[in-house]
Every structure is written in structure tokens, then in C-alpha cells.
């Protein structure tokens, strides 16, 4: 089970952190994934962290996908936020440790947490 929180109203340029806190199992070796889908949109991939770390073009340079094994949780940090981030923030797992970009790789999805980005 996962359970995305921390979105909210932010104002442009913001730097919110949301968090995944993961229970049930341990997805310490296992790749996790934030995605989002804006309204009228597809949900879209934007970061993924395994042994490695992927981003979306959109993304890169402003997120920061990480985790803590520890806690069985991983996070993103939202820098330099534009309205177009607006979107509902899904966290996602998988049992595969490669790191993997496609929503139909991921198992287990979080609730989602709506971000919301004034301009």
C-alpha cells in the first residue's frame, strides 16, 4: 500500500516536497515512480528512482525523485513550480528493480495528492 501526501496550493516558483510512505512490504530494491495527470489529460510519467534516477524532459533540472530506504518512503521535491505542474502527483511501485517509465510497469499506486500552482 502506498499513500502520497504533502500537495496543496503553491504559489509559481514554490518548492514543495511530496512524500510516498510505502506499508505492506519493503520496496527498498524495487523501483518507485511519480507520475501526474493534469485535468482532461493522460496521467504522464515524471520521475523514477531505482539504482538509478529518470526524469521526464518537463521535470528535469527543477524535481528531485529520492528515497529512504530506512522508512520504506521516497519523496519529490518540487523546485521552481510553473501552473503547468498543476496536476494530481500519483506515487507508483513496482517489483522490478529496473527503472522504468511506463504507468502499465507499475503495480501498486498511491491515492494521489493534488498540486495546485498559482500563478
Known amino acids: 500500500q502506498l499513500q502520497a501526501s504533502g500537495g496543496g496550493l503553491v504559489q509559481a516558483g514554490g518548492s514543495p516536497r511530496l512524500s510516498c510512505a510505502a506499508s505492506?512490504?519493503?520496496?527498498?530494491?524495487?523501483?518507485m515512480a511519480w507520475f501526474r495527470q493534469a485535468p482532461g489529460k493522460e496521467r504522464e510519467f515524471v520521475a523514477s528512482?531505482?539504482?538509478?534516477?529518470s526524469y521526464a524532459d518537463s521535470v528535469k533540472g527543477r524535481f528531485t525523485i529520492s528515497k529512504d530506504n530506512a522508512k520504506n518512503m521516497f519523496y519529490l521535491q518540487m523546485n521552481s513550480l510553473k501552473p503547468e505542474d498543476t496536476a494530481v502527483y500519483y506515487c507508483?511501485?513496482?517489483?522490478?528493480?529496473?527503472?522504468?517509465?511506463?504507468?502499465?510497469?507499475?503495480?501498486?499506486w498511491g491515492q494521489g495528492t493534488l498540486v495546485t500552482v498559482s500563478s
Open positions: 528512482i531505482s539504482w538509478l534516477t
Open positions: 507508483a511501485a513496482t517489483l522490478s528493480s529496473r527503472v522504468l517509465v511506463a504507468a502499465a510497469e507499475y503495480a501498486y
Open positions: 505492506g512490504r519493503t520496496f527498498s530494491t524495487y523501483a
